[in-house]
C-alpha cells in the first residue's frame, strides 16, 4: 500500500489511528500493539499477500535468534548465534536480491550457462533486513534486552518506516512504544504530523511525480534513439532526476515521519537538506541519514574505523561506500556509483584543502557531482549510462528539447493546452518550455528553502499556515489519480 492513495489517506490511516487510540482504553497494551501488527501486515501484504511469509518468518526467526542469545553463557555460544543469525538474514536478501546478479555475472566472467531463476523483490527487504541485523549485533553486544515477540513484532514491522526506512534501531522506538503518555492522543504533535504528512504529499505528488514524466521519457528512449539526444536536454534531464529523487525521498520521509508522530512516536530525522551539503562527506551525513549511520556502526567502527592509520581509514571509507552502492541495487551502475562517491570521500579525507573555499562555491560542486554520478544510478546498464555521458558532453542541437517539454502535459495545464492548440498552435512549444522553466524554478526554490518541520513550527498554526496546508492537500488529493511508487522502494 502506498502513502500517496486514495485507500490509504481514506481507509487505512483513519481506521488505524480509531484503533490504535480505542484500543488504549484497555490497562493491558498488548491489545493495542496486535492492533498495530495487523494493520502494518495489511499495509505490507496488500498488494503480494505472499510476502507476508517472508515477513513473518523473518520476525519469528529473529526473535529466536534473541531468545538464544539468553541461553547462551558463552562467547563462543553467541558468536555462534549471531553467525548463524547474521547468515539467515543477509542469506535472505542474497537470494531475493543478488542471486540472479549473481548468476549472470558467473555465466558472463566464468562462462557457465547456469538458470536465472524468476524472483520477486520484496518490498522493504534491505530495510527490515538491516534494521533485525542492528538488533541482533546489539543482542550479542548486550547492549539490547530480549523483547516480548509482541514488542519486537512492532518494532520491525511497524508500517510508516517498514518498506522504505528510516532504518529504526530498537532503542529509538520500543522505549516510546512502552510510554504511558503515548497511548493518548497529544494535539500538537498530532497536527504537526498531519501537517508534515501533507506537506510530504505534496513533494511527492505535485513534484516528484511532475519531474518523473520528464525523465522517464529521456531514459525510455535513450535506449532506442540515443543518437536524439543532445547536451541541453541531458543536462535538463538529469538535473530533473536529481530533483525527482530529492523531493519522492524528502517527500516520503516527511511522510513516514508525520504519520508516527500521529500515532505518538518520533522517527529519527533521515533527510536533512542534502543538497546544501559542502562536501560529498557532508551529503551522506544529510542524505539517507540513518542507512550512513549503520553503514557506520556495523561496518565502518568494526573494520577498525579511523584508528589504524590513514591508509586503513580511506580503505575503510572506501569498502562502506562499495557496501552502500550494493545495497541500492543489483547492478554494476549501482557498484560504479557507490566507487565513485567513496573514491571522492577518499579524496576529501587525503587533501582537506578540497573541503575549503566559498560556501557557496563547495555546495554547487558537490551537487554538481552528485547530480552526474545519478546518470549511473538511473541508468539501467552501465552502457546506457556510457551513452548518456557521451551525449551529453558532444556539442550539437538535435531539437530534441522541444519534444522533451512537450511531455510536461498536466491537468494543471490542460486548458491552457487545449486552447492553444485550437486558437495559436504557433504558441504551444514556447507554453511548454516556458511550464518547464517554471516546474524548475519552484523545484530550485524548494531545495533552497526551509525545511518543512522548521516551517510548521513557525507558521503551521497562522490562519496562512493552514491555507497553504489545506490547498496542498486538496490539490495533491486531486492529482492522486496517477499514483506512483517511491523510487526507494526499489532499493
Known amino acids: 500500500m502506498l502513502f500517496n492513495s486514495v485507500i490509504f489517506i481514506l481507509l ?33 501484504g496488500y498488494y503480494n499477500p505472499w510476502y507476508l511469509a517472508l515477513l513473518g518468518g ?18 563462543t555460544g553467541r558468536r555462534w548465534v549471531l553467525g548463524t543469525g547474521l547468515v539467515f538474514n543477509l542469506g535472505l536478501l542474497f537470494y531475493f536480491k543478488y542471486f540472479n546478479f549473481f548468476i549472470n555475472n558467473c555465466n558472463f566472467f ?22 533485525q541485523v542492528s538488533f541482533l549485533v546489539d543482542r550479542y553486544r548486550e547492549d539490547a534486552p530480549c523483547y516480548g515477540f509482541l514488542e519486537y513484532a512492532c ?47 505534496g513533494k511527492k505528488v505535485l513534484l516528484a511525480d511532475v519531474l518523473a514524466i520528464m525523465v522517464n521519457t529521456v531514459f525510455d528512449d535513450i535506449a532506442i534513439i540515443p543518437y536524439y539526444l543532445d547536451a541541453p536536454t541531458g543536462i535538463l534531464a538529469i538535473l530533473f532526476y536529481m530533483l525527482e529523487l530529492y523531493f519522492d525521498f524528502s517527500g516520503y520521509c516527511d511522510m513516514a515521519r508525520g504519520i508516527a508522530a500521529m500515532f505518538g512516536f518520533i522517527l529519527p530525522v533521515n533527510f536533512h537538506s542534502p543538497l546544501k551539503a559542502e562536501s560529498v562527506q557532508d551529503f551522506w551525513r544529510r542524505w539517507h541519514i540513518t542507512l550512513s549511520r549503520f553503514l557506520t556502526t556495523y561496518i565502518y567502527i568494526p573494520l577498525g574505523g579511523n584508528r589504524k592509520g590513514k591508509f586503513f581509514q580511506c580503505l575503510n571509507l572506501f569498502i562502506v561506500f562499495i557496501a552502500s552502492g550494493f545495497w541500492h541495487g543489483a547492478n554494476w551502475t549501482f557498484v560504479v556509483f557507490g566507487i565513485l562517491h567513496g573514491t571522492a570521500i577518499v579524496l576529501e579525507a587525503l587533501f582537506p584543502i578540497l573541503q575549503k573555499g566559498p560556501r557557496h562555491l563547495k555546495q554547487f560542486i558537490t551537487m554538481l557531482f552528485f547530480m552526474m554520478t545519478l546518470i549511473l544510478f538511473r541508468s539501467d546498464s552501465l552502457t546506457t549510462a556510457f551513452i548518456y555521458f557521451r551525449r551529453m558532453f558532444t556539442v550539437g542541437w538535435s531539437g530534441y528539447l522541444t519534444r522533451f517539454a512537450t511531455h510536461l502535459q498536466i491537468p494543471e495545464n490542460y486548458a491552457v493546452i487545449k486552447l492553444l492548440q485550437l486558437r495559436f498552435p504557433q504558441y504551444l512549444t514556447p507554453f511548454y518550455l516556458i511550464c518547464m522553466g517554471i516546474l524548475l524554478f519552484v523545484a530550485l526554490l524548494f531545495i533552497r528553502g526551509r525545511e518543512a518541520e522548521e516551517w510548521i513550527r513557525e507558521k503551521a498554526c497562522t490562519l496562512r499556515g493552514i491555507l497553504c496546508l489545506a490547498t496542498v492537500f486538496t490539490w495533491s488529493f486531486i492529482s492522486l489519480s496517477q499514483v506512483s511508487t517511491f523510487l526507494y522502494f526499489n532499493f
Open 12 to 44: 487505512f490511516l483513519p481506521l488505524s489511528l480509531i484503533g490504535w487510540y480505542g484500543l488504549q482504553r484497555f490497562t493491558d497494551p498488548r491489545y493495542a500493539r496486535l492492533f498495530l501488527v495487523g494493520m502494518s501486515l495489511w499495509f505490507y
Open 58 to 75: 523473518s520476525v519469528l526467526c529473529n526473535q529466536c535468534f534473541s531468545k538464544l542469545f539468553t541461553c547462551c553463557s558463552t562467547r
Open 155 to 201: 518494532f520491525v514491522t511497524y508500517f510508516p518506516q517498514l518498506v522504505a526506512g528510516p532504518i529504526v534501531l530498537h532503542s529509538e522506538f520500543i522505549p516510546q512504544l512502552r510510554e504511558r503518555k503515548n497511548r493518548t492522543p497529544y494535539a500538537e504533535q498530532f497536527f504537526d504530523g498531519a501537517a508534515l504528512f501533507i506537506l510530504g504529499l
Open 110 to 131: 566464468l562462462h557457465t550457462d547456469l538458470q536465472v531463476e524468476k524472483i520477486a523483490l520484496p518490498l522493504g527487504i534491505s530495510f527490515f533486513t538491516f534494521q
